[in-house]
């Protein structure tokens, strides 16, 4: 009887010298967010449960990390935590070295629920951030346009939320987060409750968005293909508690990036804040 042939599958840990060029050039670069040691305790009637335990990692700028586990395993927790929605029991987040306490403008959060207000068009969604900072009503809706180009809406920005697909409700949410020129964008499973189809093109208009914008990105989600497919790191949760089984550095050759220059606006400056000269 005949052997079968044996195949030997490559393993993930092998990368192209491209790659590890890349990776290399990524980790030369500042952190913008330092999680240390974090850990989230929940009291209950039948004891104390722990969410999040022991939990550490860093992101550095302009990097794509996104964060996959089991039901349960205390993703949104740390999302919640990282956005300053909760507060930690243990441990401590720092944003460009600084303790993020609270939520903050330096940090955009995009939920999986649309979260839009529904009395608001989309362009007056998107300028709601920036006419709270301050800003005139004038550059407000300037720079709101500038995004709401961005993510393809121009032709929707007078209508309402409900006159929307989810798909465009996201990309809504995407934009009102990015005007405000936030250091690090937070986004919880944003295309989960999305069709297929809608979901490739919004992990397609994502990718546009990162290649253009000076923005560093964590990503919750529990699809390993959009993982895989989004990201530079993987962080991989193991559950109760919730704590890093393994961090994933993949190893696939990314849209160059790192050689985009930084989106524009119409007035020249760079669409955020930051020194936009020393992207790579």
């Known amino acids: 009887m005949p052997t079968r042939p044996q195949f030997e599958l490559p393993s993930y840990k092998e990368q192209d010298p491209a790659v590890a060029e890349r990776l290399k050039r990524i980790y030369a670069r500042p952190l913008v967010l330092d999680v240390r040691r974090l850990g989230k305790t929940f009291t209950t ?36 935590i990282l956005a300053g929605l909760e ?10 070295g600084k303790e993020a ?20 068009t989309v362009k007056r969604n998107v300028m709601f951030g920036l006419l709270n900072k301050g800003r005139g009503h004038s550059q407000a809706e300037a720079d ?7 993510v393809g809406l121009e032709k929707f920005a007078e ?14 949410a995407i934009a009102r987060a ?10 919880d499973e944003p295309f989960g409750a999305l069709d297929a189809q809608t979901r490739m093109n919004m992990q397609s208009c994502l990718q546009q968005i990162w290649q253009n914008v000076n923005i ?14 989004l990201a530079d790191r993987i962080i991989v949760l193991a559950a109760h508690p919730g ?6 550095e993949v190893p696939l050759i990314r849209p160059s990036a790192f050689d985009s220059p930084p989106h524009r606006r119409a007035d020249g400056r760079s669409g955020f804040s930051g020194d936009a000269s020393t992207l790579e």
């Open 45 to 80: 009637r039948s004891g104390d449960i722990d969410a999040l335990r022991d939990v550490s990692f860093q992101v550095h700028r302009r990097e794509f990390v996104t964060v996959i586990g089991p039901s349960g395993c205390g993703k949104s927790t740390l999302i919640r």
């Open 87 to 96: 507060n930690p029991t243990t441990g401590h987040v720092q944003l460009d």
């Open 101 to 120: 306490c609270g939520p903050g403008a330096d940090r955009g959060m995009v939920f999986q629920a649309y979260t839009l207000f529904p009395w608001l």
């Open 144 to 150: 709101a346009w500038q995004w709401i180009r961005m």
């Open 159 to 172: 209508c309402y939320p409900h006159q929307l697909s989810g798909g465009m409700k996201q990309r809504v």
């Open 178 to 187: 990015l005007a405000n020129q936030p250091r690090i964008l937070l986004m």
């Open 216 to 229: 560093t990105i964590v990503f919750i989600t529990h699809d390993l293909d959009e993982a895989i497919l």
């Open 243 to 248: 704590r890093i089984a393994e961090v994933i």
